[in-house]
């Protein structure tokens, strides 16, 4: 008896695995392949029973439409290239490309049933979310078919629907901010990448100073009034919960103030709940290059000491930064406290001056990130008052709105 009830359960797991019903009805789906429930290989029920998804243009709002079609309130992952394993039978479907607002994948734009150039080993994959979180704007997720949970693509949402950050002016002060709204503790990179992007991307011109507790409570352009084609890049950034600190030292935000443009000025560090200077000993042109990364900048050019943009007001935190210029934040160098220094004043406030983007043809530019940042499209010429939805090459839908056609 023991071993008959042993055998109903391990049964009972595996038909949940599948979340399935006894009698399938056309367009049904399920996850199969999984180590819970809220993950596997993507099947479609059709005229030849159960039949697999082709990865082909395979992404996070394709995987939206079928955790939301199985009852979860969206995907955390897409995974490509029979991650579950290979299925077996028809390919059903292939080049999906769902704006995410669909209630069944069936109704995204795809390429037919049975139509493909896929084999099983090109079977689409799904991870649900599992919590019962309602829709807000302004909500965070990290997506990516290789996501641990601390890193990924930065999504947010508008309307009930997921879209992208654009990568304008974004920096380590946001990608802070962002990871603390997620429940981490501090961020520890950001990089730009198109590999995993949504159809639509709904914030742009973020400008956090890092210390505040959520992407809305910073500066930024309005939702869904912005020009960024997330078919060049979108926003990814790592996150640390605090344990690892060796690896990953604790963020502090900088910024820069009274330069005479957004690009120099005397650097502030945000330290014990209060914004304070940083002394020029030993300050170097390695150490203004790790400030302008973290700012977003693509490089330094100088390192001023000597208070070169005025004195500051309140504490010195910190001196004797010795950086290598690979860093992605300033409190990840070695540097020295000041507390209880006498050999620093105000006098001595060190200031940077930052290079943008494609300005690298001064002899002094020193380097930066090596991201590519994808240009930025003015659609503002569209009429979006009644678009018409249309597939278009990998990214159905231009700044939020999914248009028929293009100049």
């Keep these: 008896m023991a071993r008959l009830w042993i055998i109903i359960l ?11 019903t006894d009698n399938p009805e056309y367009g049904d789906i399920r996850l199969v392949g999984g180590s819970v429930p809220n993950e596997g290989r993507v099947e479609i029920y059709y005229i030849d029973g159960w039949g697999t998804i082709c990865d082909d243009n395979w992404g996070i709002t394709d995987a939206d439409v079928v955790c939301k079609q199985l009852g979860y309130a969206w995907a955390l992952q897409a995974n490509p290239v029979a991650f579950y394993g290979a299925g077996s039978g028809p390919i059903y479907l292939d080049d999906v490309e769902c704006y995410g607002n669909e209630d069944a994948v069936y109704n995204c734009e795809n390429a037919g049933y049975y139509i493909h150039d896929c084999s099983h080993y090109e079977d689409a994959g799904v991870v649900c979310e599992t919590d ?16 641990d949970g601390s890193w990924g693509q930065l999504d947010i949402m508008y309307r009930g629907l997921w879209g992208s950050v654009c990568p304008a002016d974004f920096n380590m002060n946001d990608a802070n901010v962002a990871c603390k709204q997620l429940g981490f503790q501090w961020a520890v990179e950001f990089y730009f990448d198109n590999d995993y992007s949504t159809c639509w991307s709904w914030i742009t011109d973020i400008e956090c100073t890092g210390t505040e507790s959520s992407l809305l409570d910073c500066d930024y352009d309005g939702l869904y009034q912005q020009y960024c084609d997330v078919l060049y890049s979108s926003v990814y950034i790592e996150c640390s919960d605090g344990d690892n600190t ?19 000025g005397r650097v502030e560090v945000y330290a014990e709940g209060e914004w304070g200077t940083i002394c020029d000993q030993k300050w170097t042109i390695a150490d203004a290059k790790v400030v302008c990364r973290q700012l977003g900048y693509d490089g330094a050019l100088e390192a001023k000491k000597n208070a070169y943009y005025s004195e500051g007001d309140g504490p010195i935190h910190f001196k004797k930064f010795r950086c290598d210029g690979s860093e992605n934040y300033l409190s990840a160098c070695r540097y020295t406290d000041t507390a209880d220094d006498d050999t620093c004043s105000h006098a001595d406030d060190a200031g940077v001056v930052c290079i943008e983007y494609d300005d690298d043809e001064d002899d002094n530019f020193t380097g930066g990130p090596s991201d590519y940042y994808g240009p930025t499209v003015d659609y503002s010429y569209l009429d979006t008052s009644t678009p018409s939805v249309i597939s278009t090459c990998y990214n159905p839908c231009v700044n939020g709105y999914c248009v028929s056609s293009l100049p």
């Design 246 to 264: 060796d690896e990953f030292p604790e963020y502090l935000p900088v910024r820069l103030r009274d330069g005479e443009d957004d690009h120099n």
């Design 132 to 147: 019962d979180i309602q829709p807000e704007d302004g909500l965070l997720r990290l997506t990516s078919h290789k996501t």
């Design 10 to 20: 391990v049964l009972g797991y595996v038909a949940d695995q599948a979340i399935c």
